[in-house]
């Protein structure tokens, strides 16, 4: 059994009443939970975020600016590495038109920022 001690802390942009019931789900209402999530998101799409984390990386916090979103992320890097993973680190995340055409995201990092951030 997990200890409360181990419970996943929910971002603060997670209304609490969405975050209490989110703990009482099973694996598996969590993953269709998951797939409603991305559908809502896909629905809403001239709101979608250019933010998608890499594989070895974990979005804390992704918050819409304007003209910017600022994300706040950790980032593992080599394995074996005994600080991973690192962060988080801020950064602010910017769709940028390209003179030949299309978008394309410039991540620009601001700072490292203190654990109880
Ligand atoms: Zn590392």
Redesign the pocket.
């Known amino acids: 059994m997990a200890s409360p001690a181990d419970e996943p802390t929910p971002p603060e942009v997670v209304p609490e009443q969405v975050a209490g019931e989110l703990s009482d789900l099973t694996p598996e209402e969590l993953r269709n939970t998951i797939i409603y999530a991305q559908e809502l998101l896909q629905f809403h799409d001239e709101t979608a975020s250019p933010v998608e984390p890499g594989p070895d990386e974990e979005i804390l916090r992704a918050t819409e600016r304007d003209g910017y979103t600022e994300v706040v992320k950790r980032a ?3 394995s074996g ?1 005994e ?4 962060g988080p680190y801020l950064y602010h995340v910017k769709e940028e038109s390209r003179p030949e055409g299309g978008t394309k995201v410039r991540w620009t990092f601001v700072g490292a920022l203190s654990e109880a951030e």
Not at 83 to 86: I, L, Q, V
């Open positions: 593992a890097c080599a590495c600080d991973c993973p690192h």
